[in-house]
């Protein structure tokens, strides 16, 4: 069973040059330029990329079993398009080439970003690829009553039973029921 696992997270790594796939730039764009949108005053209402990945070259998806990395013409891209609009109804697009994404966390490559048809930024990468790739969680509070020396307080429940003994000749008569 393991090595069936094995053979299929190696087949999955191997339809994947470079760890880029669409999806996973796609989200990444969309989040990280949220982000800096939103950093620089920008009121995003909504945000969608698109991702196509081409690598330019035909032997990129063939895997390397020498474990080097690839050559700079191997380098697969993805082309990123991007439609939104801000909070007040202008129109954003992000356009661009993405050659690394670490999901959820960054992009690089080359992006342009315009409101309004306003070039509004142009970076080689957003987001921090080295954050750590799950949020950092923190234990939750629990309220503790004060021990201030004093018993307390307890729930008293009351359980009603009536019994009826019409149909049963064994049921003798209880008294108040």
Known sequence: MAGLVAAVVG??????PGGLGSATVAYTTDQTT?????????????LTCTASVDSGNSNSNKVSTSGSSPTPSEIPVADVDC?????????????GKVTRAVNGRCVRGDLTAKVDGKQWF?????????APSTPTRTA?????????????PTVTVTVT???????????LPVEGK
């Open 11 to 16: 087949g999955v790594v191997a339809c994947d």
């Open 34 to 46: 949220t982000k800096e949108l939103e950093r620089r005053n920008v009121g995003v209402q909504w």
């Open 83 to 95: 439609q939104g609009k801000t909070t007040d109804g202008k129109d954003i697009t992000v356009t």
């Open 122 to 130: 142009r970076v080689s990468g957003l987001g921090n690829c080295d």
């Open 140 to 152: 939750p509070v629990t309220w503790q009553p004060p021990d201030d020396g004093q018993p307390a």
């Open 161 to 171: 039973r009536t019994i009826w003994c019409q149909e049963n000749p064994n049921c």
